[in-house]
């Protein structure tokens, strides 16, 4: 039997000097403005990088550092801070990359997503919250939850090690050593799998014939409840059948297309409600964060206003679905388009793709999308299509449309395919 080999990849790692709070504090979101000013005005020259939990405390954390700056003394250095989290677009996170001006001290406030970002030059200090939001799946309610909790041992450790990545610096913990020690921050952040909604996870190994789950050997065993939950979830689907075996042609099919369950079975059901383009487009956009770029501020008001010129009464799924046959139409090949009606390019590129991929499952299972007339038809305005057509093309922009039509009689396709007997 060959030895094993170990392979270590060490990164370099400038030496980091940790300090703690002696007792807990009752507003962490407080004591992380508190501790930023304390850096800038004691502390030698290098940019603060802050983690919090969310959107809200970040941007609460931002507003009350550049209200609080302005009271600086004139011979104080000024202080810009900078918010980084997933609600902004792509070319407003890029402003923690850039230099601060002359005579200013860089304060990024990042949600876990600066954890392990690339490295960002001319931080020397952290302050860390201790806490991280996390996702965890009710199986009682069938609800995802997003709640504040203790980050893990090896996050705090993480979000310190971004002190020393370029030189030695210092991380400040926002609460004492000795919750390290007692089992209040768990040692690693719990596995996906056992706080996520596992029934695609289930209907994939049901897909590859295991059809045991129970004896399945799981490398982080989900909890019983939620096992239950996302089978029953499966059977109402009708994924499953009444023996717990993968029904077929849906459950298999199902299993196949690379969305949850629920959106996967309504895909695959589109056809008999003729709405498979439509359905197509909102499965795709759905798939994809930020759709628009709504910002803070006097941003966020004109990102809501560009908003409402998509907006759709019905609701959100349909003015999805506005965006993207706006985007398709007019935005494609024009980032400046999007960016003047506040939409996210590169997430409606992806939406493109995504819905590409979907389509050609949707063929290969043989499940027809509704056609639509092509506005240049003369037949556009009429509703031919509740009858019968012939069309000389099927051309895709931003839905499948057919042109050059003619409405035909639906005996007429009879008497052809049933010609009369010469004898």
Same mark, same amino acid.
């Given at each position: ?15 980091? *000097?940790? !300090?703690?709070? %002696? ?15 304390? &850096? ?5 020259? @290098?940019?603060?990088?802050?983690? /919090? ?6 941007? *609460? ?16 250095? +000024?202080?810009?801070?900078?918010? /980084? ?11 923690? #990359? ?15 997503? !600066? ?15 201790? #806490? ?9 309610? $069938? ?20 002190? @020393? ?26 596995? %996906? ?34 096992? &239950?939950? =996302? ?19 849906? $459950? ?24 498979? %383009? ?19 501020? =006097? ?7 560009? +908003? ?5 009464? %019905? ?5 999805? /679905? ?16 999007? @960016?003047?009606?506040? /939409? ?51 051309? *895709? ?5 057919? +042109? ?10 009879? *008497? ?8």
């Amino acid at each position: 039997m060959l030895p094993s080999l170990v392979v270590s990849l060490e990164g370099r790692m400038y030496p980091v *000097e940790t !300090a703690y709070l %002696e007792q807990p504090v009752s507003n962490y979101v407080e004591a992380a403005v508190q501790t930023v000013f304390d &850096i800038h005005m004691k502390e030698p020259k @290098g940019d603060i990088l802050v983690f /919090l939990t969310g959107r809200e405390e970040i941007e *609460e954390v931002a507003q009350e550092i550049a209200d609080r700056a302005i009271s600086l003394p004139k011979a104080a250095p +000024r202080i810009l801070p900078i918010p /980084l989290h997933g609600g902004l677009s792509p070319e407003e996170q890029q402003a923690m #990359f850039a230099p601060a001006p002359r005579d200013t001290r860089k304060v990024i406030v990042a949600t876990n997503i !600066a954890e392990a970002s690339v490295t960002i030059e001319g931080i020397k200090y952290v302050v860390d919250s201790g #806490f991280v939001k996390l996702r965890t799946y009710n199986p009682k309610t $069938g609800m995802d939850v997003l709640s504040v909790t203790p980050c893990s041992v090896a996050s705090a450790n993480q979000r310190a090690g971004r002190a @020393g990545r370029t030189s030695a610096g210092k991380c400040f913990r926002l609460y004492p050593s000795s919750v390290m020690r007692n089992g209040v921050m768990p040692i690693t952040t719990p596995p %996906e799998l056992v706080r996520s909604d596992i029934s695609l996870f289930l209907l994939q190994l049901k897909a590859l014939g295991i059809d045991n789950l129970v004896r399945f050997d799981f490398l982080s065993p989900p909890p019983t409840e939620m096992m &239950i939950r =996302a089978l029953e979830f499966l059977y109402s689907l009708k994924a499953l059948d009444e023996e717990g075996r993968l029904t077929r042609p849906l $459950g298999m099919n199902m299993a196949e297309v690379p969305v949850d369950p629920m959106m996967a079975a309504i895909l695959l059901n589109s056809q008999e409600f003729q709405c498979g %383009e439509e359905i197509l487009t909102i499965a795709a956009m759905t798939s994809v964060q930020n759709v628009f770029i709504l910002g803070d501020g =006097a941003a966020g008001a004109m990102g809501e206003i560009e +908003r409402r010129k998509f907006t759709a009464e %019905e609701g959100d799924h349909l003015t999805l /679905l506005n965006a993207y046959n706006a985007f398709v139409k007019y935005g494609r090949q024009s980032p400046k388009w999007c @960016g003047n009606h506040r /939409l996210n390019h590169k997430a409606l590129l992806r939406a493109v793709s995504i819905r590409q991929q979907l389509k050609k499952y949707l063929d290969r299972f043989g499940i027809k999308t509704l056609l639509n007339v092509h506005p240049s038809s003369v037949l556009f305005t009429r509703n031919a299509t509740t009858g019968w057509v012939i069309f000389h093309e099927v051309v *895709e922009t931003s839905k499948s449309f057919i +042109r050059d039509l003619t409405v035909i009689e639906q005996d007429w396709l009879v *008497e052809l395919a049933c010609p009369v007997n010469a004898d």
